[in-house]
């Protein structure tokens, strides 16, 4: 007898899927946030890994870095329904760990 799940099973993610998605999606490493966050790199790997539930102060400052809403950290719920769903490819430009727009030698933006 299998152990797979049932045929059309949708598995649900959890904080730690979330928190490890965001890392990918924003190119930051796992030592990256925890010298941002002043914790140690094996304290980020017991959060990633599910095995400890950070405090929210933590998954605030978390999604401040990776750029990704608090509410969907936390929640696995999308702040907006007109956003792009789970699993859904966020464009290189969103990418960028600066939110500010490059300027170019005449204050305009690079486009």
Do not use: C, H
């Not at 969907?72 to 464009?91: F, K």
């Amino acid at each position: 007898m299998s152990n797979a799940p049932a045929e059309g099973y949708i598995p649900q993610f959890d904080l730690a899927d979330r928190l490890r998605k965001a890392l990918r999606v924003a190119d930051v490493s796992v030592q990256e946030i925890a010298d941002y966050l002043g914790v140690s790199r094996n304290t980020v790997g017991a959060w990633i890994n599910g095995r400890v539930v950070p405090q929210m102060a933590f998954v605030r400052l978390w999604a401040m870095r990776t750029g990704v809403p608090y509410e969907w950290l936390s929640t696995g719920e999308s702040p907006d329904q007109e956003g792009p769903g789970p699993g859904a490819q966020v464009p290189k430009a969103r990418r960028s760990r600066s939110v500010l727009p490059r300027l170019d030698s005449n204050q305009e933006p690079a486009g």
